[in-house]
């Protein structure tokens, strides 16, 4: 009964309905506008596009957005302090009494805000995707069934791994802790964590593989669908208003020049 | 995994002699195409599941065979509706329990519209009432026609309804035959390999060695309370362990836990621990007991209610304080396990407590590893264990420090064979007599009646029920309410009794029952 951050939530939002590949095609517009992007400003601008979706069109309930947090700010923060550290700068500004480099602090900027508007999306499209529903719709456009379902499993399969690394957290938490080092102790946690997620995770994933072949996956070229894709109204909008509103961003920030 | 192909196709090996299902050789017939002829059961249907949704998942299968879009829902509807599943169609699988886990497997599998059926542990884990509602969906397939293959080392009275049973053993066929037959001519080699045979069947065998039995042994409850019909029984009832323990270890008043969707999975539960007690949580799957158990070594926190642990409160206690006090050991011990091999992992656990003096490390885990006879496992990785020497090492981790006053036992049976579980209880008889209090959570009426001093039984997040063993068993409201199922030799006592036969109290092991006759 425990909550995990990365898995399907089927509350039937505006977001939840559109289908599944309309959803991916604008994953990938959001990545590529983001990379055209050249202004730390039009970057927070579409993130808070991309916050506005999570929060209003999706609903995604705000513990699971804070639950995924740590993910984001760690890998987003790590890109920011290495940037600050390593980019020469010839200005430079204090912030909470350190001096940091002007040039350092807004490439750490620019990499925060590009890896987070990202992974935010990529997270919304699980919280909002029936994976079922992009499988269908992979197979629509042309890839073979199998493929398609591989990428399938592997997402069906996410948050079940999440629970065994919860499992084997709070296993090891009633341990205790056997080295006065710190590092040294959370080095070997996450070492074992690698270790148990993966082999039972090997052993879980033969045993899945087992399992639907002898239920006749691969039987036959193609197989049958009860629920097949359509592509829906709302996901053509999607993907028209993003592009205008990449286009205007874009417009604005290299023709008006802010 | 022969019926299916899996073996020798999949999985390698060589396969001397011929096997054929529905008429295809299963080395020659793909195991896609085996899937029309054999649908299978896997032990743990979690991971039989390839969808999210409990609709799409019964149609998977089907849709795989390409079978037309309406006759797959039409098979679908009815699939859920066999195993009562209709009202949860729309659901997402890890939503389930454990008793609608194993339903949906059922129902994927029927889906298939297979000849043949394969099972394989299908009520492990389950508690004793769903166990119970899956036997009978048993019988109707069996009813309907088709062929149910059962694969288990479990065996109730449900075995009766078996048409041949075939016993393994080291990979090949120790007896065959009606299982009546087999367990008469073959009952102690059964008990021999660490199969569970029904109480009523174990006291048949037992007579039937000592020459007190001529008869046919019993394996269902009724035949057993035909047979002792006549039976007379020693009168001095045997005295039920009553002395009060009066340290308490555990205060817990009404205790709340409601996880982060508002699911409240502890609603107002107070009870306490005392010092030398051995104490079973017991309840339907989803009760509210892995909960308890988190709670009470600090991984969770209540959200109403306070629980004192040791004369502190819950909230002062710190999870590694905690542990130097109660000991956890999970349903997979592989979960706890942080070394490289056995050695260094009885050494980790000292020195997560402090103690590192090289010479008294070195002799506590000698003599931990032969007080639990895995001696000759030091230096093998954890993970190459046997079950039972796992759930031997999970124990010894959390004890080998020496101060832990409370050992909380998770599922002690789970996947364990007779032989284990015994050994593993003997384990837990000692650490009783030598101080240490336990706390087992388990389905396992058997293991309750007969080591359990007192059982606390959950039910929907409420305690519903805290007291012996002897008056659990003797409310069928109270079982009915907590999804739980007497044990066949309770029955078999409250059989003799609508009989007329004058059977004393405090039967709870077949060594009790055949003591007790005269």
Redesign the interface.
């Known amino acids: 009964m425990s909550e995990h951050s990365l898995r399907y939530i089927d509350n039937g939002s505006f977001f939840t309905r559109i289908d599944a590949l309309s959803k991916l095609l604008w994953v990938i517009l959001v990545i590529v506008a983001t990379f055209q992007l050249g202004t730390n400003q039009a970057r927070g601008i579409m993130l808070a596009l991309v916050v506005y979706i999570i929060v209003l069109l999706a609903r995604v309930p705000f513990k699971t957005i804070w639950q995924a947090m740590p993910i984001i700010l760690i890998m987003g923060t790590l890109l920011f302090i290495v940037n600050v550290l390593t980019v020469p700068s010839t200005r430079f500004i204090y912030i909470l009494g350190f001096k940091v480099g002007q040039q350092g602090f807004d490439r750490g900027l620019e990499f925060f805000l590009r890896i987070t508007i990202m992974v935010l999306a990529s997270f919304l499209f699980i919280w909002t995707t029936d994976i079922r529903d992009l499988m269908t719709g992979l197979v629509h456009i042309g890839m073979p069934y199998r493929y398609a379902f591989s990428i399938f499993l592997a997402l069906r399969f996410l948050p079940i791994v999440q629970q065994e690394v919860d499992a084997v957290k709070a296993a090891h938490a009633i341990r205790g802790r056997a080295s006065y080092s710190p590092i040294r102790h959370r080095f070997r946690l996450w070492q074992r964590y690698m270790f148990t997620v993966i082999v039972n995770g090997l052993r879980k994933a033969e045993s899945t593989a087992l399992a639907i072949e002898s239920r006749g996956f691969g039987a036959y070229p193609d197989r049958t669908y009860t629920k097949g894709f359509r592509w829906t109204k709302t996901g053509i909008f999607l993907i028209i208003f993003f592009i205008g509103f990449a286009a205007w961003l874009i417009y604005w920030e290299r023709i008006l020049g802010i | 995994?022969l019926l299916?192909?899996?073996i020798p196709q999949?999985?390698g090996g060589k396969l001397i002699g011929k096997v054929t299902v529905d008429g295809h050789d299963v080395s020659q017939t793909?195991?896609?195409?085996?899937?029309?002829s054999?649908g299978?059961l896997?032990q743990?249907p979690?991971?039989?599941f390839?969808?999210?949704?409990v609709e799409?998942e019964v149609?998977?299968?089907?849709?795989?065979?390409?079978?037309?879009?309406d006759e797959?829902?039409q098979s679908?509807e009815k699939s859920l509706n066999y195993v009562g599943l209709q009202l949860l169609r729309k659901n997402?699988v890890?939503a389930l329990s454990g008793g609608q886990t194993q339903k949906l497997g059922l129902a994927?599998v029927i889906a298939?519209q297979t000849p043949l059926i394969v099972l394989d542990e299908p009520t492990a884990n389950l508690d004793p009432a769903t166990t119970h509602s899956v036997h009978e969906l048993i019988l109707r397939l069996r009813d309907e026609g088709k062929s149910v293959v059962l694969v288990t080392k479990d065996l109730d009275e449900f075995m009766a309804e078996a048409d041949d049973m075939i016993l393994l053993a080291e990979g090949r066929v120790v007896a065959q035959g009606a299982p009546r037959d087999v367990v008469s001519k073959h009952g102690k080699k059964i008990l021999d390999l660490g199969v569970w045979l029904p109480e009523t069947t174990e006291i048949g065998l037992r007579l039937q060695a000592e020459g007190k039995l001529q008869k046919e042994v019993p394996i269902t409850v009724a035949e057993a309370v035909d047979l002792f019909a006549d039976t007379r029984f020693k009168s001095n009832k045997p005295s039920e362990n009553t002395e009060r323990k009066e340290t308490v270890l555990i205060h817990a008043q009404d205790v709340e836990y409601a996880?982060?969707?508002k699911?409240k999975?502890l609603r107002g539960v107070s009870f306490d621990i005392r010092q030398g007690e051995i104490v079973a949580i017991v309840g339907q799957n989803?009760a509210g007991k892995s909960?308890l158990s988190?709670l009470l070594?600090?991984?969770l926190r209540p959200t109403g209610g306070e629980i004192t642990m040791f004369a502190r409160k819950s909230r002062q206690w710190r999870?590694?304080d905690?542990?130097?006090q109660i000991a956890?050991v999970?349903q997979?011990p592989?979960?706890?396990?942080?070394c490289d091999t056995v050695r260094e992992e009885l050494?980790?656990?000292l020195?997560?407590?402090g103690i590192d003096d090289k010479a008294i490390v070195s002799q506590r885990v000698k003599d931990m590893l032969k007080r639990l006879d895995i001696s000759d496992t030091s230096d093998s990785h954890p993970?190459s264990l046997s079950a039972g020497e796992k759930r031997r090492l999970g124990v010894a981790?959390?004890l080998i420090a020496g101060s832990a006053r409370l050992l909380i036992v998770d599922e002690p049976t789970y996947g364990q064979d007779r032989r284990l579980t015994e050994s593993l209880m003997q384990l837990i008889n000692n650490l009783r007599d030598e101080g240490i209090t336990i706390l087992m959570i388990t389905h396992d009426m058997r293991l309750v009646d007969a080591h359990i001093d007192r059982a606390i039984v959950m039910a929907n997040g409420q305690k519903i029920f805290d007291g012996t063993p002897n008056k659990l068993f003797q409310s069928p409201e109270l079982l009915q309410r907590a999804s739980l199922r007497a044990t066949t030799l309770r029955r078999l006592v409250d059989g003799l009794r609508e009989r007329g036969v004058s059977v004393p109290d405090g039967l709870n092991t077949v060594e009790d029952f055949i003591g007790a006759m005269q």
């Open positions: 995994m299916n192909g899996i999949i999985l793909p195991v896609q195409e085996l899937a029309k054999t299978m896997f743990d979690e991971w039989m390839a969808t999210l949704k799409d149609a998977f299968g089907p849709e795989n065979l390409r079978r037309n879009p797959i829902l679908v997402l890890w994927a298939m996880y982060g969707n699911f999975a989803g909960t988190k070594v600090g991984l999870v590694q905690l542990a130097t956890l999970f997979n592989e979960h706890q396990f942080l050494e980790y656990s020195l997560a407590q993970f981790t959390m």
